[in-house]
T-cell receptor, first 114, second 109 residues
Framework: DTGVSQNPRHKITKRGQNVTFRCDPI?????LYWYRQTLGQGPEFLTY????????KSRLLSDRFSAERPKGSFSTLEIQRTEQGDSAMYLC????????????FGPGTRLTVL | KNEVEQSPQNLTAQEGEFITINCSYS?????LHWLQQHPGGGIVSLFM???GKKKHGRLIATINIQEKHSSLHITASHPRDSAVYIC???????????FGTGTRLTIIP
């Protein structure tokens, strides 16, 4: 257990539905990252926050995706009008802004869109 | 954009064998991570290094900055080492990680 938690661990939904995932980082970590991993591939960067500010977004993050970190603590990732291609593992990581900046990963949320 | 390649993609070995997994990248980096992912998806950070060599138990990670290459070694491999090992790099001035596709390691008793 790295101290980063994600909920739910698994989500099955029907195409067209909205889903929301939550990530709770290690408490003193001010950076939070979202990644997506499809089957057989390495994770790909989606977005990251420093405190409550979203500092970078990947082109992978279409307008159906939105991420928030309203109080600089936990974060949510929402996918609207899900598509089958959204089926993936969604990983969250956090780090403390120091020179070392090691990222600690959560267990992931596996999304299946039917 | 940094291209990260790992080899081999799949590796099966007998218990006790010495294991080497390689990672190469195309653009200079500020740090390289070796990560372990077990079935079920959770990722554990094994090493983060920017130069030289690090050792933790039976695991050793090395990096050659000039050659843009890193290796992960496992000595006296054990079935519990079976997992996917992923290399990830962080570019200068950039916070995000770029990942390789992973090496699936299976250790047979």
């Amino acid at each position: 257990d790295t101290g980063v938690s994600q909920n739910p661990r698994h989500k099955i939904t029907k195409r067209g539905q909205n889903v929301t995932f939550r990530c709770d980082p290690i408490s003193e970590h001010n950076r939070l990252y979202w990644y997506r991993q499809t089957l057989g591939q390495g994770p790909e960067f989606l977005t990251y926050f420093q405190n409550e500010a979203q500092l970078e977004k990947s082109r992978l993050l279409s307008d159906r995706f939105s991420a928030e970190r309203p109080k600089g603590s936990f974060s949510t990732l929402e996918i609207q009008r899900t598509e089958q291609g959204d089926s993936a593992m969604y990983l969250c990581a956090s780090s403390l802004r120091t020179g070392y900046n090691e990222q600690f990963f959560g267990p992931g949320t596996r999304l299946t869109v039917l | 954009k940094n291209e990260v390649e790992q080899s081999p993609q799949n590796l099966t070995a007998q218990e006790g064998e010495f294991i080497t997994i390689n990672c190469s990248y195309s653009v200079g980096i500020s740090a390289l991570h070796w990560l372990q992912q077990h079935p079920g998806g959770g990722i554990v950070s094994l090493f983060m290094l920017s130069s030289g060599k690090k050792k933790h138990g039976r695991l050793i990670a090395t990096i050659n900055i000039q050659e843009k290459h890193s290796s992960l070694h496992i000595t006296a491999s054990h079935p519990r080492d079976s997992a996917v090992y992923i290399c990830a790099v962080r570019n200068f001035g950039n916070e995000k990680l770029t990942f390789g596709t992973g090496t699936r390691l299976t250790i047979i008793p």
